[in-house]
């Protein structure tokens, strides 16, 4: 998943950062309203953190002009305002949750999760497909009740596409939502994910989770069982 974060304090910005990248996200980041709006309107994002006190275009206006350009994915604003006003306020301009500084990262990476499985429909961490099973909070994948080993590219990319299940992905929005941008588009590493993750969740061929449209990309062809 690819999110944008908003924040002026360069040690707070380089903590979430930081935090993303180890829990497998992909992340851009700025310190100012004017270029959030730039990058929110002209790149594709999961999930936009947005500070509400900021340089040159605050973070409300962020959020109303984003709502605006009819951007629809989660925002989850960061406040250090803690009175309930300022916090029905960020809702109110669009916003889906908050956390208030300081914050603990944990419950941070918590709401983010929570604000990407909603987006795609599910209540549950837990993503059930009968003997395939996605938990997005640990981060795991078991069959048949045993867990597999999967590296986080592979899981990451089993993520995107089951949270997107029906949707044709291609190659291209794979590279853009959980590669960093210097990541090679020409190359055929998306394939070789691809393959390994079958062999790993469908050794037999009996499950047939991910449906390859030659040309086009892929498609996640499992439906959920919660």
Not at 79 to 100: C, F, H, M, P
């Amino acid at each position: 998943m690819r999110l944008l974060v908003v924040e002026d304090e360069p040690h707070i910005r380089e903590q979430i950062c930081t935090q993303l990248k180890s829990a497998g996200y992909v992340s851009d980041a700025c310190g100012d309203g004017r270029e959030a709006i730039f990058l929110g309107t002209e790149h594709p994002y999961d999930l936009a953190i947005i500070d509400l006190g900021l340089p040159e275009v605050d973070g409300l206006e962020v959020v109303k002009t984003l709502r605006a350009e009819g951007k629809k994915f989660p925002i989850l604003i960061l406040t250090a305002r803690g009175n309930w006003q300022d916090k029905v306020e960020g809702l109110e301009a669009g916003a889906d949750d908050y956390v208030v500084k300081p914050f603990q990262n944990e419950e941070l990476l918590a709401r983010i999760n929570a604000l990407l499985r909603r987006a795609a429909g599910h209540a549950s961490p837990s993503l059930d497909y009968g003997s395939l099973v996605i938990n997005t909070t640990a981060k795991t994948v078991s069959r048949d009740g045993n867990k597999l080993e999967l590296t986080s590219f592979e899981y990451n990319t089993l993520e995107y596409l089951a949270l997107n299940a029906g949707k044709l992905v291609s190659k291209t929005e794979l590279t853009e939502h959980l590669y960093d941008q210097d990541f090679d588009r020409d190359s055929n590493v998306i394939e070789v994910f691809i393959g390994r993750l079958r062999k790993k969740i469908d050794p037999n061929g009996d499950l047939k989770p991910i449906d390859t449209v030659r040309g086009q990309g892929y498609r996640f062809a499992l439906e959920t069982q919660n």
